[in-house]
């Protein structure tokens, strides 16, 4: 069974930084690109950031400039710093590589 396994979540005051984990398989990892989606109360689930196996990355408008996602290969882990943070960035968030999610962690903003 595939297990993406989460970790780094918290309560942050606006304008703090959370860094999340991800860990999985290497057979999961090193095959595929990762990526990190979230879902806010009420709305839908939206990607936020995703690095294919070379390393290029991609972002949602609304996180570029503040958040960054990263790798590391030795891990078989997928990072997401998160800085500059606002209260719309308040959500689950999730990770994702093909059709395999996490259990999701919770990120909370306070102004």
């Known amino acids: 069974q595939v297990q993406l396994v989460e970790s780094g979540g918290g309560l942050v005051q606006a304008g703090g930084s959370l860094r999340l984990s991800c860990a999985t398989s290497?057979?999961?990892?090193?095959?595929?690109?990762m990526a990190w989606y979230r879902q806010a109360l009420g709305k839908q689930r939206e990607l936020v950031a995703r690095?294919?196996?070379?390393?290029?990355?991609n972002y949602a408008d609304a996180v570029k400039g503040r958040f960054t996602i990263s790798r590391d290969n030795a891990k078989n882990t997928v990072y997401l710093q998160m800085n500059s943070l606002k209260p719309e960035d308040t959500a689950i968030y999730y990770c994702n590589a093909l059709l395999f999610w996490g259990q999701g962690t919770q990120v909370t903003v306070s102004s």
């Open positions: 290497r057979s999961i990892f090193s095959m595929n690109a």
């Open positions: 690095i294919t196996i070379s390393g290029s990355t």
